[in-house]
């Protein structure tokens, strides 16, 4: 049998992803600041994510946390919180990966309900895809999963 970490090429949680209401993403990083966090990156991701995005990473690990607020009513977070009531709160966790179209192609091939018809452009350069909630025909993970490969922006 074929060693799992060396097929999808699982490395280590990239980030978890925090949605916040419209307006209030400086309180959230400045909270987030308070418990020794520190921002490393920021960029507001147009297209069909609208939304800006604040990564904060807590030492020097490789975990982030991910703030997300909507740009717009349109955004699928402004979606997400809508659904929720209005309230902020965990969107999803992301997965960093050695190669994306690998595990793309892996992860397709057991059957994972994958949202992107491809690796796709994310923030700070690198390659994603997304899971859905629904994980397979079988079995449900019950989260939105994200799987990332870095990009020429280390963050």
Known sequence: MEDLRQIPGFLFFDHIAITVKRGELE???DLYKTLGFSEVHREDM???DQVREVLLRLAGGPNLIQLLEPLNADSPVAKQLERSGGRGGFAHVAFRVADIHKAF???RGK???IIDAKPRNGSRGTQVFFVHPKTTEQTSFGYLMEVVQEGASHV
């Open 111 to 113: 059957g994972f309900k």
């Open 105 to 107: 192609e892996y992860m």
């Open 46 to 48: 147009l297209g069909t």
């Open 27 to 29: 309180q959230q990083v």
